[in-house]
């Protein structure tokens, strides 16, 4: 019997398309070969390429979704998508696959397109009970912008409504700065989110569903100088700490995996997800929701599998063999 052929899907329209070749490279190296076979489609505006693993292209044919590795066009049987951002992240790329009746380990277009946007995670987790911070939308041209975030209160974070890995976001503490801090975060995009900021332990925690249920990873806390988690404090800052598990009180830590389970259930996540978390010392504040989280020898996630005893291999191949059995 043939090997099912997997796509990793890599790349992206957004800034964090770099975070994702890494990510894409970890899942690649994962895959277990002696059970499937795995390629490359890489995905950018102008063109949708394929390759092997050591990077020789490979004909595609993306109204098929199919990739000639030498034996003529085979139609991918998966995919894990490795996409941080558009749009692998918001539903459209999962939209595509659902049309072409491909499997792939993330939630479905709804749960992605919901929880890409900040505003909207927030705003549902609100309405179904879960403590989150105050937050307004703002849109280019909003005469009332200035009042809007006055309600909120400062100091205060703004951020684009759909981006990842902390880009065009800033933390504001008087309103004469807001003015430069929307402009940076509009340049991201469309739509911009200004939320009320929360002192407290960073915190993170990652879920995974390998057999039809949720299970909480062990959590993470986060230490790092600047002002918040921001890009350079993810990627490049040597002194930022991810500590796994985090050295919290026990019923501090069932609370953050509780939480992070219960929001993967409300949000009708799929695969790998970490929900971040802020811990005031008297409740647990949710700040945002990544449901395709970073996935390199950097990113928070892997480390998290590899404490909790799951490890890399298996919850990749894990993932696989559940996407497989969904499609059949």
């Known amino acids: 019997m043939s090997r099912p052929l997997i796509a990793v899907l890599r790349g992206g329209y957004s800034g964090e398309s770099v975070i994702s070749l890494q990510s894409a490279a970890r899942m690649m190296g994962a895959i277990d070969r002696t059970r499937y076979i795995a390629a490359y489609v890489t995905v950018e505006h102008d063109a949708w390429t394929a390759a092997d ?3 020789n292209v490979l004909p595609f044919d993306r109204g098929r979704f199919a990739v000639d590795r030498g034996h003529g066009m085979e139609t991918f049987d998966a995919a894990l998508i490795a996409i941080h951002g558009e749009p692998g992240e918001n539903g459209k790329l999962q939209g595509y696959l659902d049309m072409l009746g491909v499997p792939y380990q993330t939630g479905g277009v709804l749960s992605m397109a919901l929880s890409f946007s900040k505003y909207a995670t927030t705003a549902l987790l609100r309405q179904q009970g879960f403590e989150v911070c105050p937050s307004v939308m703002l849109f280019r041209g909003d005469t009332e912008a200035a009042d809007k975030v006055a ?13 990842g890995s902390s880009l065009g976001v800033t933390k504001v503490k008087r309103p004469e700065d807001l003015a430069a801090a929307l402009e940076l975060a509009f340049a991201e995009g469309s739509q911009v989110m ?45 002194d ?24 993967y259930g409300a949000l009708d996540c799929a695969g790998m997800v970490r929900v971040d978390h802020f811990w ?19 990113s928070i996630f892997p480390k998290m599998l590899e404490v909790s005893g799951i490890g890399v291999e298996a919850a990749i191949n894990g993932l696989v063999a559940r996407m497989l059995q969904r499609k059949a």
């Open 240 to 263: 930022t700490q991810e500590l796994v598990p985090a050295p919290l009180p026990d019923e501090v830590t069932r609370l953050v995996q509780e939480r992070s389970a219960a929001i």
């Open 151 to 163: 309600a909120i209160g400062y100091p205060c974070f703004v951020k684009p409504d759909q981006s």
């Open 280 to 298: 005031t010392g008297e409740k647990l504040v949710t700040i945002e929701v990544n449901a395709t989280p970073g996935f390199s020898g950097a």
């Open 194 to 238: 200004v939320e009320a900021a929360v002192s407290g332990r960073e915190l993170t925690c990652g879920v995974i569903d390998l057999d039809g249920s949720a299970r909480a990873l062990p959590v993470c806390e986060i230490r790092h100088s600047r002002e918040f988690f921001d890009y350079e404090a993810k990627y490049h800052a040597k």
């Open 53 to 55: 693993e050591q990077g």
